[in-house]
């Protein structure tokens, strides 16, 4: 069986600068469980075809045409050109299968395109699906997510196809995706892994994935996919220090802060970790990850600076994540923090996002139900820039004001030299560079979304709730974002399905149809 499998990472390139980005950055950020997908089909005599899609190129070239069956991986944004590949492969009479954030965000809108969409899965069920034991428009899982993926050296051909130049040569900024743990042991009601309980993976198969990388690929950098790495720190970090010294690789992971304690954080600079990310997410709430307690408002502040600014002797690349525009967030007080915590930590680049009804979240629950979401605005634009809820504190055109005033912030010249200033080398100070070009970018086009607001009374009501007629505005933007496959979805297409299903957990599999 002619088996493919690619994971849609990105939109197409708009610019230049997104064509660069993408290239260096977006592209090493391939997930492993598309690529434990393909091990396990080339294990089971399959010929096996991988790829991945960045935004650069025709992501209808990225695997051949005459498949038997296709698994395609996708964020929500990035939808739009999972659900027109389906569409394209579909025609040729090949199975299509989706899975990954997006197929458990919205799995009934997904099985408009697929034939199988996927919320869980192991070896085991993938053997299912090539033996064609479900039939067409079936939500199906694992009655768990598996305890354990192929190791690095088994998935090599992947490694080499997604994060090595032209499938060959590793170059500075390649990147090996690997994972410790599974899940969370936090509940944050916009997360997708607020029900997926943590727990840690073999630290035998880490051991020998890092054995094989310092042989094999010395000074390749590791990108821990764990949704929270190190909440099991001593049995991690042991595994990470049997490795002698001089050969420690590089990693990167994301955690909470409140794992980070005083005590441990020599030992993340002994195994080599050159960046750390954190969820801040908000002064006013999630205070416990941050190992703040309850403390709020400056006081929050006070104590996170205090942390990063000690994390900083460790680790040489830190990023905060926060969220603008929560239900707990009003006025001017989300934008003056933030601006003080970036004022006292210039060595910390902060990620700013906008709110994003994720399906299955409590997040989405509660909107949903309260008549918040924008209902007929398409999933392409479920990221930043563009806002598809209501906000409970803020009208559109205040919210995108305080954005763009934050983002100013963020992208000055005077916090880019600060930032530079404080790189330890010219890798994190190219980071800087380009995060800060494609911040301007983003700030931009707050802008150009503010004007509408200001000038477009229909686009306003849409964002206010009034209507549920799609501007123009967006029709235009989709074709534009979407590029020359927005010809292969319709206007109907476009309109999400926000229907939501459950699974039954029954046996080794949880089944539920779909009747047409």
Known sequence: MRVGIIEILALPSQRWTDTIYHSFLTKQFASVTPQAIS???RQLGHETFYAIYYGVGDAHHRLPPDLDIIFIACYTQTSPIAYALAKLYRKAGTRTVIGGPHAKSFPVDCLRFFDLVVKECDKDLIVDILAGHFDPGTFIGSAKPFDDLPTVEERMPEIRASAFFQGKWPVYDTTVPMLASMGCP??????????NPYRLLSTDRLAEDLRYLTKNLPGTLIGFHDPNFGIKFDPVFDTLEAVPPSLRVPYVMECSLSTLRKSRLKRLKETNCVCTLHGV??????SGKAGVGQKRGLEKVEQVVEHFQLLSEYVPYIQACFIFGLDTDMGDDPITLTKNFMDHTPFVWPSLNIPIPL???PLYQQHLGNGRILKTMPFGFYFMPYLAIMLKNYDPVTYFEKLID???FIFSNNMLKRRMKSASNWKFKL???ARTVNEKKDNHDYRRILDMLRSNSQFRAFHEGQSEVLPEFYHKEYERIIGPYAKLLSQSDRVPNLEQMEPVLSGKT???????
Do not use: A, P, Q
């Open 39 to 41: 091990v396990w089909c």
């Open 186 to 195: 936090h509940t944050c009601d916009f997360c997708t892994d607020w029900d």
């Open 281 to 286: 997410e908000s002064w006013m709430d999630y």
């Open 359 to 361: 399906g299955g979240t």
């Open 406 to 408: 934050l983002s100013s």
């Open 431 to 433: 980071i800087y560079r």
């Open 510 to 516: 949880d089944i539920l149809k779909v009747s047409d």
